[in-house]
């Protein structure tokens, strides 16, 4: 009695309709990935012996690359975003003013935007004839490579779609510094560089933080940058698993890929996330 | 001077986010079936097709279902969910408040993937409802989030006095915990309808024979050039813009009328 | 020391706008002196502070620090230093690291740096083993303190205070008070001050100067200001106090407004046409005949307060309440609608303009 009575207290009682859908929309399908990983190669049907091949196969061939390389980039992405965003998420604090709103729905407009729809907009901007090189042909008759299909552009693809998410939680983590503290430090004779790292730094770390974990995660899990814009070049991991599910038809290699992958994801997630007080992040009064 | 700096830093940031819109605003806006630039036959003929085509007309009546659908349940979900978010103290809420946010956290791609084996071993069909449940995985919590910052400057001692005035549980609820609650939640559903209408990683893999505009502009884009992606690209750009625009409009209006009447009294 | 301007201000402006926040102030600060800066929100007396630690820029006029010019000097360059009204102390740093802050800008040695600050500590009795207690964990009195090293440990000629005993409950602000009133003894250093309290700046100041509108309508000591007030303004702002709208009537008494009787006053300056007669509350009497006080009036008891150590009564004269105070000893046995005479000596008020 005792028991349901503390389940049906008010706190508790309206977490359950999102912890139930959860429960069915999120652990259920990741459990089931992990079960699929243990089956057989190339079968489809859940129950039979389960064994550890696939998890042998991957190790014993050269998958691990498509691994480094989604890394790579996504610590990649993470850096270059975040020397980007802080002077924005700073304006966006302490200098538009009232044009602040104006300025964060700007950076809101992209993310309803199918993201491949936007990454093409950048194909159409950098291919042959396109709107920089045909521009450059006609006003300067200057005639260079298109840098379409590398490397460099797969990265920038990165930077550009998960921009948003480096930028609003550091604006967060930026806009918890009061001003009277940097003021203080300040008048204490802290020089500017001085006031960044002693104040500025420390007490937007929360939010900084989060950012570079959310934009870490997701990066992890790009695909259309390398495919549309990389030309392929590169093979991130994700990408490896989409083959593995699809042309390939192995679903239990995907799984095995996937559950990788999200061992790697919820391990940092999980030690990042706890170690935060989500109410002081989010402004709680 | 630095105010200076960081104004023209953050110009150039939202040239960068904005060019890709420009660039396909430009090649929808040329009559030729090739693109190139600079443009030499203007016009909006392809703008004409493709609102005529039956086959985009289906896209937009599958896209608008999915997202109507995950709106309205992603809202009442996530309204129970941000109050236990942040407006009850319990225990294990630090633990919920994480666990929450774990779906935002994850690789769409891999979720949409891991959704479809699992349709498969429960032995679904995938069609539209099975993507509305799929965009709701990741949409729920966004949705929680949103409500949750609204929820966080809400003071309880209203809904306090309102028992002691002799509400019912019910009416407490209706007269007092919605109506102040209602921009967050406004924008709440706002979020939700433009992230489901925009998403494409879950919906690849979940709506099977039913196609989202995003999946067949994907599958128009790896096919080769077709103009009509241009323009259903800039249309999805400034339809979001559109919406964004009424949506943020309607809050600032509620927000004035509400301290208007305040003053009135 | 006495007497040596360490701060001159000469006709320092700020403007936001067409709003004047700060208008026209001239004012010298005496090395060593204890000033404090009174006003409502609004009057310009944080702007005012702000452009004096260097945190906003003045539109005209200038600030000279021992007569040089230190109106563009930033405020980690200006050798003055500020305790916040939030006290904006470091939530991530400990009370030791706190105090130490200004010593590891200049890039003292870590060694020096404790012992400054263990120093400071003990002269503002913060334990010792207070030196690495999160701050956030201190209780407010000591917050209070720990600003206060802090700022000291800047070694700042001047120390800049912005209302920072405002959220403090008013037991405890009163210790303070006191402590800061000692601390400033010890230190010897120039302390400006800024509250909204006439009260606080009464126990605490060497000066006071009472601003209104971004100016600077009276500077005076506590005893100055209280005794001669010289406007209506800065009458109310020390308290309950009775205030009579008066004209004058030619001769040496001048006529009240509310209910026309001819009142007694010190001197009536040449030109008064119309002002206020200011009557403190502990000056006002009950008679029992009307000629035992210069000024008389009859009225009736409306009502009676015990406020601790005094009583204070409310005495209806036609339509205008007046506050007469005693002290509980002599308190005065009327009971409600009783009919009373009060009276006052001419030299008990003092006249006043708006």
Redesign the interface.
Known sequence: MDRLAKIF???????????L??LL??V???V??VM?SFVPSRT?D?WQDWNLDNYAEIFNSSSYIPFVWSLGLAAATVLILAV?CY??A??ITR??GKYATF?T??????????????????I??F?K???L???LK?MFGYEPESILFTTGLTLMGMV?VY?PFMLFPMTLGVSMV?Q??R?????????RW?VFK??DL??AMPGIVIGF??TF??A?????EAK?LGGQRIIPI?QD??TA?TYAQN?PL??AL?VL??LV?GTL??VV??RF???TI???? | MRRALIWSWTGAVIIFMYLPALSLFLASSTSSRYFGFPITKWGFVWWQKTFDSLEVHQLFRTSLAIALCVTVIAVVIALFGALAFARYEWKGRSIYQKLVLLPIFFPQTVLGLALLLYFNALGFTMSWQTAVFAHLVWIIPVCTLVISIQVYSFDPALEEAAFDLGATRWQVFREVTLPVLFPGIFSGALFAFLLSWGNFPLSLYTTGADTTLPEYLYAKMIAGYTPGVPVLGTVSTFGAALLMLVGYLMIVILRRRRTADVDSN | MTGVPILQLRSLTKTFGSLAAVDKIDLDFDEGEFFTIVGPSGSGKTTLLRMLTGMETPTSGEILLRGKRINDLPANKRPTCMVFQSLALFPHRSVGQNIEFSLKMKGVDPATRKARALELMSQLRLPESYYSKNVTKCSGGERQRVALARALAYEPDILFFDEPLSAIDYKLRKTLEKELKDIHRETGKTFIYITHSLEEAMVMSDRIGVMRGGKLIQVGSPQEIYSAPHTKFVSEFIGDVNIIGVTADGTAQVKAKEFGASLKTPAVPEGFGAGYLVVRPESLRFLSKADEAQNCLEGRLYNEYVLGSRVQYQVRVGDHVFIVEKLRQQAFGGHRDDKVLIGWDADDSILVTD
């Not at chain 1, 003021?183 to 020089?191: E, H, Q, S, V």
């Not at chain 1, 989010?282 to 009064?285: I, V, Y």
């Open positions: 207290r008010p706190g508790p009682r309206h977490a359950i309709p999102v912890m859908f959860l929309g999120f259920a399908p990741l089931t990935v699929y489809f859940l980007i002077p924005v700073f304006g200098v538009f300025i729905l700007l950076f809101t407009l992209p993310l309803f935007v199918s993201e491949n729809v936007r990454i093409y907009g950048w159409l901007f291919i004839n396109g709107v090189l045909g521009s006609s550009y921009l009061p009277q503290t003021d203080a430090a300040f008048d204490l004779g802290a020089t001085q002693e104040v420390p007490l974990l959310l995660v997701l992890v899990g790009a695909i259309a549309v994700t698993i989409e599910f679903w995907g799984a996937s992958l999200m994801v997630v999980l996330l706890r007080d989500l109410d989010l402004g709680k009064k």
